[in-house]
């Protein structure tokens, strides 16, 4: 009988195991595939090409401090930083976004003007300052009191009475841009730049999504060494070495219940793992068919649930050079290049995902590791990753995704082409992740890379379901991390600390059986303390 089982290894749900094992729990984690990560891992999809399976940059679990707490890089974890951060080409010049403040503004003004550098300065400095405090409520469960804590320390900061505070922080990204700036080329960017977390910014609460951009000059975006998925390699490592056991290849097939409480669960080849608790790190309409009729209100439950229609797909290139872009001086290929040339071009692809069309031009992301990273393409060869938004799982018209993807993912490539002439003769392969193929292979439904829908509407008490918003899921006993609850989607870990400080806190009883734990090493035993 373990303390906790855990139901998927992508990175929350390892992150929860890490801290359980660190407090002494006796904690098996089952994953379905025979790596770990998930969303966050990567494999050789071609001979020397180690390409991402999802998730390629990593911005929130920076500013975590879960790296540090996990001392993940003794376990061999090594982070490049992307500074720049962000590159946007446009016909008239390019504008680079450094961590470096002033760096951006020089960049700014170059292309902008110097009214627009300063107005730039003043929003960032004010939005990062806001963002701050926002972050405390993301790495807490979402309860009234920990997010009016948040929001008090936003208005305490930034000076405004409540009702123009909250009129900025429910405005579109759109609106908040045309107060600050003037310029249509710096407003494209930074509301591609916000758009990544799937809403478009011309929707109403997306002003934040523009504004967290300024906390990438506190510290930028993230590259491991060796591919996204050595994050969670690493996470796997520090579990294993604080004595939880990982074990791959075994699809849940059932999570186990007696008496209303889970038991453990049940794996393809019939074993069954007993466990006091059960963590699901998976998306939650998965939990929810594991539980089947354990939970009798669980159909309406996945109904309220808002999955959406996808958000985009990607390629995965083998090139035999980089982008070159006109102006570029090779420091933008650390950087996310943002390839949209207005907001009426992101509004106009937005508007045909919405009519269930793919993108007659599609809005793109590029990242070019291999310029820097010597261990994910062959010497000479380089890796290039082309993000593309938005493209709709559900296709209207009858088409469908496998007879479409090389056509698809030949417009990514033109995408890139149109701002770096020639890049599109440097590919040699080519690798497509439709949304079918996303949710095929990653478990992601309906191609949603974030799980559920990151609206206003599908945000904090009300992440995946305000019934089951701080990780305690419909049955006692049954726990929730992952991208399906707050904070959301992307490479964070929030989710899964802060699971396991809701495991532990239910679980701190005498009776409890934990092995014995360095008192100086354990973050969490206070914590637990304080929950109990």
């Not at 080329?185 to 930074?190: E, I, P």
Request: glycine share 12%.
């Amino acid at each position: 009988m373990r303390d906790v089982v855990v139901v998927g290894a992508g990175h929350n749900a390892l992150v929860a195991a890490c801290y359980l094992a660190k407090e002494g729990l006796d904690v098996e984690v089952v994953e379905r595939r025979d790596v770990v990560g998930g969303a966050v891992s990567t494999l050789e999809r071609f001979p020397g090409y180690h390409m991402d399976v999802g998730s390629s940059a990593h911005i929130m679990v920076r500013h975590t401090g879960i790296v540090e707490e996990l001392d993940l890089a003794g376990v061999g974890l090594e982070y490049f930083d992307l500074d720049p951060w962000g590159f946007a080409p446009f016909e008239e010049g390019n504008l680079t976004f450094h961590v470096d403040l002033e760096a951006t503004c020089d960049s700014i003004a170059d292309l902008c003007g110097d009214r627009e550098a300063e107005a730039y300065h003043a929003f960032a400095t004010d939005w990062a300052a806001r963002n701050d405090r926002i972050f405390e409520a993301f790495q807490a469960p979402p309860t009234g009191a920990s997010l009016g804590r948040s929001l008090w320390g936003v208005g305490k900061a930034t000076g405004l009475h409540g009702l123009e505070l909250a009129r900025q922080f429910l405005t579109t990204g759109d609106q908040i841009l045309d107060e600050h700036f003037e310029d249509e080329r710096l407003k494209t960017a930074l509301a591609w730049m916000g758009a990544q977390s799937g809403p478009p910014t011309h929707e109403v609460a997306t002003a934040d999504l523009v504004g967290w951009n300024a906390m990438m000059h506190r510290r930028p975006p993230g590259h491991p060494r060796g591919g996204s998925g050595m994050l969670s390699v690493a996470l796997a490592r520090r579990f294993e070495a604080l004595g939880g056991t990982l074990t791959l290849s075994a699809p849940v097939e059932r999570i186990l219940t007696r008496d209303g409480h889970p038991s453990g669960v049940q794996v393809a080849s019939g074993e069954r793992i007993g466990a006091r608790a059960v963590l699901a790190g998976c998306h939650i309409h998965t939990t929810l068919d594991l539980l089947g009729d354990a939970v009798p209100d669980g159909a309406a439950l996945r109904r309220r649930i808002r999955v959406g229609n996808g958000i985009g797909m990607v390629v995965r290139l083998a090139t035999n050079d980089l982008p070159r872009y006109p102006g570029g001086d090779g420091t933008e290929h650390r950087a996310l290049q943002l390839l949209a040339p207005s907001r009426r071009f992101l509004r106009a692809a937005h508007g045909e995902f919405v009519a269930g069309l793919a993108p007659s031009k599609p809005a793109a992301l590029a990242m070019t590791f291999s310029a820097f990273d010597p261990d994910i393409a062959p010497q000479g060869k380089h890796n290039v990753t082309v993000w593309g938004q938005w493209h709709p799982y559900e296709l209207a018209g009858g088409e469908d995704w496998d007879a479409i993807a090389e056509r698809e993912g030949t417009k990514l490539v033109e995408a890139v082409d149109a701002v770096a002439p020639g890049f599109a003769a440097s590919v040699e392969q080519m690798y497509v992740q439709t949304p079918l193929e996303l949710e095929r292979e990653l478990g992601l439904r309906r191609g949603n890379v974030m799980h559920v829908e990151m609206g206003l509407d599908e945000m904090f008490s009300w992440r995946p379901s305000p019934s089951i918003s701080t990780y305690r899921g419909p049955l006692p006993g049954l726990y929730l991390a992952g991208a399906s609850t707050h904070p959301g989607g992307g490479v964070f870990g929030a989710s899964g600390r802060s699971a396991a400080r809701t495991v532990l806190a239910d679980l701190a009883e005498p009776s409890l059986p934990r092995r014995a734990v360095d008192a100086a090493t354990s973050p969490l035993r206070f914590v637990a303390k304080r929950l109990r």
